[in-house]
């Protein structure tokens, strides 16, 4: 710096000075108390400015936390996470937060696809156990095993003729529940006086492509009709109980396949093969 002295008769004197600038105010550093919720890894991460808020009059250089993940193993204990901040000046401020973990995710449940089963020679149907063989399954991102998994019915319940919605329920240790269903499509096999009864029942066209219709010329009483996949999903199903002599269905959602189309009357059934090609 340059600092010039004029008197009144305009002579002048000169002369200079080093002038050093120094910060010397470190960061203002707040922390706060937080709490996180783990995601579906059963992880959570910790930055500076989920725990702190921080300002300085020179702009902060660097920012870190000593604690930068918490997982389940965390849950129920207070996580102490030091806040570090530096201004690049060698003004430094350190604060401290407390982090509470917590999970609030429900474990995933997968259910098997709606499925059609037959009566026994009995007239009866036991109820198999999905979660022991595999076909339900529940998985947690913090509960390994998931604390309760069950099925309603139990497996083992002998059921008769008819739908019936089985329900399974999965908690984790942590109290969050969730739960799923599918429907079980209970038939009678059909008899020979069955057979003869339902035999006028006509569906075509057969290939068909985005229609096909069911003919019912003795206009027998029927309640719906239901076309499953091979798989025994349902895949479709509409209501006959007004249809009259003859109904048109609307097919053109299902992929080319061979499908089984059930038609069932108030204490009969009739089964048959329809074909898609559109």
Known sequence: MILTVTDVNGNQSLCSAIVTLED???????????????NQDGVAFITPSLVADIDDNCGTGAVTVDVQEVSCADIGTPVTVN????????????CSAVVTVVDLLAPEIVCPDDQVVNLGPDGTYTLGDYIGDGSATATDNCTDPVTIF????????????????????????????STCSFE?????????GDVEDFASLILYPNPADSKVNLSNPRQIDLNNVTIYDLTGRIVHKVDLSTMGSEITID??????AIYMVVIRGDQRISTKQLIVNN
Do not use: K, M, R
Not at 83 to 94: K, M, Q, R, T
Not at 184 to 192: N, S, V
Not at 251 to 256: D, G, K, R, S, V
């Open 83 to 94: 806040v570090f901040a530096n201004d690049g000046n060698g003004n430094s401020a350190v």
């Open 24 to 38: 010397n105010t470190p960061p203002v550093l707040v922390c706060n108390d937080v709490t996180v919720e783990l």
């Open 150 to 177: 069950t099925q309603d019915p139990v497996a083992g319940t002998v059921l008769g003729f008819g739908t019936q919605v089985i329900t399974f329920t999965a908690e984790d240790q942590y109290g969050n529940v």
């Open 251 to 256: 097919i053109a959602t299902l992929a080319n």
């Open 184 to 192: 079980l499509d209970i038939q009678e096999i059909l008899g020979a």
